[in-house]
DNA sequence: TTGTAGGCGTTATCAA
DNA sequence: TTGATAACGCCTACAA
């Protein structure tokens, strides 16, 4: 049917292993014959099957992605960035939204180990024990993105959630506030979530404030669970005057729910983010908010997994990416 | 090293074709053996070899996926829909983001065609008839989605972007507004933007309103270019009453800059985009747009791409899916 | 520097 | 209902 080795070879009068060589930019070929060779190749509109390839070479050039809810502007910039070293790498991605669900993200799994990748990033915000455990049994080189992982043996990249979140805590403190509500991932996220809330118990401590005391409410990191999020917390608790949302759209959406219930921002109440997608400038109030870059998370998360495919060194199995707060007009003293 | 079909036959004491059998669900194959084959299976923890499947049956189960600018939310939703679809009829993804450049996107065109995909979904704004040359002379079965395609032999879906830009023109025109300004897409979006634009002079005909005499600027679908445009045209157009940008994010962008320069929006301006990302609602004021599902079209898209690929009769070859104009906070009547 | 031959793991054909 | 066998297209010893 399709052109094969084959025929480039009979056109071009020499073996289908000379092509091979050729195609593969083996040293050992005759420079004249390479000619022959490529205007056969072009002549044919010849293509070679990858899949013949990767039968006999086991090697697929194909980086397996699997993340959570994928149509998140900070996550799609962290794709990008795992797609753009992968290029450069001589990669191809293939890819599957797991919406979260580890029956889906084990699916997934499997038909990737299927096709052979030859590598895994994994971009979710949960992770489940039983994942790691098939990842690690099946032997596949795996990169986690964006979460910290607490595996020895699984590489990560973040930033220090649990840091960034104590820093958010800190300058709302100093800047006054004492009554806080927080608006957290969803209770299945036990990573990125659940890194943060240490920081969050590590700051109150520090300051000498209830833990318990704090109204902490789950959202899906959606602009509407924000909203509602923040109208409960604060019919609830109308003595609060800052609110940590761990997410940018969690926190627009606590904006106008808490606008809807009469609140001025930032001089009634306090509003704070986490990632810093592109819109939180744009936003009204602009939003205050902790910087990461997902892009160079996801690059430099290719680059580790690069290394670990290639057999090299890649240095220390966890790494923090810096974050900063980035202050804008959505918090500010509180109320006297 | 990996087990094989074969380790599989050996245990449960039967032949690689019996094998072969039990895994794709042939019904002549006694149920009792089936049994054995499948013990044998999950106790080897057989995983098909894809490559060699792809490599005899040359089929893939896969769709190449290029698209143009990915982190944008309308077609991170597209690609959503075409997952949902795909999954639902056994394709997995294999994806590259070309960002409209024509020399990436031939490129990806020959990598997926090596690796055999089963079709194609192509999501992007410039449609260059080189890469409609390419992948009709490769045979892979495409759908286009969003953009429309002036081609009779490659089939489309997308919003009926023509009558979409007239609608908001007309009901500007209606609201009393006579000076507009057009912030469209980048000039290589021959497509979309391109049908916009024919969209907005056909009311502009119709109304007598003189088309030229319309400031229209160049953007690049990001918040920043819709600023920068709109305080282009403002000053340089001071008259200027209304500004329709062909993407809601260069919309939210055009707000923040024309609020820079002192204007009140929708008092002073009316400013009205075009898709409907979730985040329109809750920007404020809420934007004023054309609604269309992302979803929908690339779930029809990768729907449509499966009955090609089946071989069944899809229908007709353009399709338009509904659009809508959701009036918000952003657009008014003109001052007067 | 090039060619020959065998095998990667499946599936499809044919015969039993 | 099952098994033997060849073939899919490529790469890689090994031999020449």
Redesign the pocket.
């Known amino acids: 049917?399709?052109?094969?080795?084959?025929?480039?070879?009979n056109l071009a009068?020499?073996?289908?292993?000379?092509?091979?060589?050729?195609?593969?930019n083996?040293?050992?070929?005759?420079?004249?014959?390479?000619e022959?060779v490529n205007e056969a190749i072009d002549k044919l509109n010849?293509?070679?099957?990858?899949?013949?390839?990767v039968?006999?070479?086991?090697c697929s050039s194909l980086i397996g992605v699997i993340g959570a809810g994928m149509d998140n502007p900070f996550l799609m910039k962290l794709l990008k960035g795992v797609e753009a070293s992968a290029k450069a790498h001589g990669f191809n991605l293939i890819f599957g939204d797991s919406e979260g669900e580890l029956e889906q993200e084990l699916k997934y799994l499997n038909i990737l180990n299927?096709r052979r990748v030859d590598g895994l990033i994994i971009i979710t915000a949960s992770i489940y024990n039983n994942l790691l455990d098939e990842i690690k049994s099946k032997g596949i080189p795996a990169v986690f993105a964006s979460g910290y992982v607490n595996d020895n043996e699984i590489p990560c990249i973040s930033v220090n959630n649990t840091r960034a979140a104590e820093d958010v805590i800190d300058y709302l403190y100093d800047l006054g506030h004492r009554k806080f509500g927080i608006i957290r991932g969803t209770y299945s996220d036990l990573v990125t979530s659940g890194e943060r809330i240490k920081g969050v118990k590590s700051s109150f401590q520090k300051h000498q404030i209830d833990f318990n005391s704090v109204p902490i409410y789950e959202g899906d990191f959606s602009f509407e669970s924000g909203s509602v999020a923040a109208k409960k917390i604060l019919s609830d608790n109308p003595e609060t005057t800052a609110i940590f949302c761990f997410d940018d759209k969690m926190a627009i959406g606590a904006i106008r729910g808490a606008e809807e219930l009469g609140y001025n921002i930032p001089e009634d109440l306090s509003i704070v983010g986490f990632d810093d997608i592109e819109l939180s400038s744009y936003v009204k109030p602009a939003l205050t908010t902790i910087h990461q870059s997902g892009y160079d998370m996801g690059y430099q998360a290719m680059e580790f997994l690069n290394k670990i495919i290639d057999g090299e060194d890649p240095g220390k199995l966890k790494e923090f990416l810096p974050h900063e707060l980035k202050i804008r007009e959505s918090s500010g003293t509180p109320p006297t």
Chains 1, 2 share one sequence.
């Open positions: 049917m399709a052109v094969t080795i084959k025929d480039v070879a009068g020499v073996s289908p292993a000379t092509v091979s060589r050729v195609i593969n083996s040293s050992l070929v005759k420079e004249e014959t390479a022959k010849y293509q070679i099957n990858e899949s013949a390839r039968l006999r070479t086991n299927q």
